[in-house]
């Protein structure tokens, strides 16, 4: 029968690529939630409308690159190409800016959707990170999201950051700039593709980011927005530009740069990186100002300012790099239960070590010891615990460290404890003490002391809120 392939431009994240995503999801939600930054997750589809409205009609996103389709009950849906727009939707028919501070701070990710020609770093089905600061005019919001999304890059590795940033000016600014870019092109409409002629009409400065030769021509002569922005503008760019750099952030202001969603206003922005390799997958994240997003969608009047990652591009950098090394998860020991009878002994072994946090597998099939021994070190193991029906009948595990190839034999009722000392667990593994040899818990305590020195039998232990189950200690709290 013929194998059924992913869809083109669609991708399966195996086991450590699985793996890597999560943890670069968790370093940005750690950062995020540093910021004070709150999740908030919203469906993969929406009404079309949302984002005809949100993102813009004019947008290639909108008009060329999504997945719209009629649900049984004959709406017109989409997959959601972005996160913002889903975001806004939400903030407003929850009516969060009524209920919440000012600006309401959330964090998202998850899949999104745009049907473009799959090539080096551009996906059909890709997965972002975003945040949105949703409800304050102050430049001091922009200034908070790009120092979080740099902060996030740094965490996860990235030491060579450009943050690329511009103006679209603010109301009076962009009135004026698109007035201005209308007088010019007025003259050329007869010359320019035909969807610059649907972008004239509903919005030219998307015909600043066409990619047909003849058309970039005419957008490198274009007016340029800087002759359009207002003091106030220049100064946010100016503020911007100069906080990040006392951050140690290396940041070009690009007066080209555009970004390709209709909501943006004022301070815009992206993140570029170059791997050693010099391969170019494109912009890593970007973002920036939306003044009349929330307004257009339905709500009150308020601002936003966010920014999205690609966690493909990420994961590609930062994998060429070899900055997610770290990332592979080893198994700690496996179980090996050789002849029927003593599988069920195996897993109950395997039941009560994975208790105290010891993480392993064991054979639920007859094999032979050179190919179970080489899934165990395919997994990372470090000891292989055996038992046999000669094991079974004897009472004992023989107990093989996979370095050394050394074995030992233990007893039944001694290997719980002869494992957790080979690993250093002393106790069951929701014991929070901090203290390396658990002296003050003896194994088993809800110590929450993280004193370095934690030595409660020393009375050395200085946490009132300790609750050490140690006498000496309670003597002295
Ligand atoms: P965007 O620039 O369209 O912005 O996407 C953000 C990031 O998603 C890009 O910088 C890129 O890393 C990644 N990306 C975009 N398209 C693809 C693709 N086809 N394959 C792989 N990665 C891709 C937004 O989406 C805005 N919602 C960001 C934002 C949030 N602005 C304000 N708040």
Request: glycine share 8%; charged share 30%.
């Amino acid at each position: 029968m013929a194998i059924i392939g992913s869809p083109k431009g669609t991708h399966d994240l195996i086991t450590d690529e699985a793996r890597a995503y999560d943890y670069i999801n968790k370093v940005c939600e750690e950062v995020a939630t540093i910021y004070g930054f709150d999740p908030l997750l919203t469906p993969i589809f929406e009404a079309n409308e949302l984002f005809a409205r949100g993102v813009g009609d004019a947008t290639d996103i909108v008009r060329k690159e999504m997945y719209v389709f009629k649900d049984k009950g004959n709406r017109l849906m989409a997959l959601r190409p972005e996160g913002t727009a889903g975001v806004i939707r939400s903030i407003i028919a929850n009516k969060l800016y009524a209920t919440n501070d000012l600006p309401l701070r959330l964090y998202y990710s998850g899949p999104m959707f745009r049907y473009e020609r799959p090539q080096l770093g551009r996906y059909r089905q890709f997965h972002q990170f975003g945040v949105e600061s949703v409800g304050s005019t102050s430049i001091l919001a922009d200034f908070e999201v790009i120092l979080l999304a740099f902060h996030s890059l740094q965490a996860l590795g990235f030491d060579d950051i450009t943050i690329k940033i511009n103006s679209l000016g603010r109301n009076e600014a962009r009135v004026a700039y698109r007035e201005a870019l209308k007088q010019y092109y007025k003259p050329l409409l007869g010359k320019v593709c035909p969807d610059c002629k649907v972008r004239y009409e509903q919005n030219p400065l998307r015909m600043l980011d066409c990619k047909v030769e003849s058309d970039v021509k005419f957008a490198k002569s274009a007016p340029k927005i800087t002759d359009y922005l207002t003091t106030e503008d220049k100064d946010d760019l100016a503020f911007i530009r100069d906080s990040l750099e006392n951050y140690g952030a290396k940041v070009v202001v690009d007066y080209g740069l555009v970004r390709g969603l209709d909501y943006y206003s004022g301070i815009i922005f992206e993140f570029e990186y170059v791997p050693t390799s010099g391969k170019d997958y494109g912009a890593i994240g970007g973002g920036g100002r939306y003044d009349k997003l929330v307004e257009d969608l339905g709500g009150p009047p308020l601002e936003g300012v966010g920014f999205a990652f690609g966690l493909e591009r990420l994961h590609h950098i930062l994998k060429e790099e070899g900055k997610l090394d770290h990332i592979p998860m080893k198994d700690d020991l496996m179980i090996v239960g050789m002849g029927e009878k003593t599988r069920t002994a195996a897993f109950s072994l395997l039941t009560t070590l994975r208790t105290y946090g010891l993480r392993g597998t064991t054979n639920f099939d007859d094999k032979s010891f050179k190919s179970i021994f080489k899934i165990a070190e395919s997994r990372g193991a470090r000891y292989a615990l055996i038992l046999g029906e000669n094991e079974l009948e004897r009472e004992v595990v023989s107990v093989r460290n996979l370095e050394t190839q050394e074995q030992t034999e233990v007893a039944f009722d001694e290997i719980v404890d002869y494992i957790c000392h080979l690993f250093g667990i002393r106790g069951h593994h929701d014991c929070r003490c901090h203290d390396e040899d658990h002296e003050c818990c003896d194994g088993d305590c809800d110590c929450e002391c993280h004193g370095d020195d934690c030595e409660c039998e020393a009375d050395e232990c200085h946490d009132p809120d300790c609750t050490c189950k140690n006498d000496k200690k309670k003597e002295k709290v």
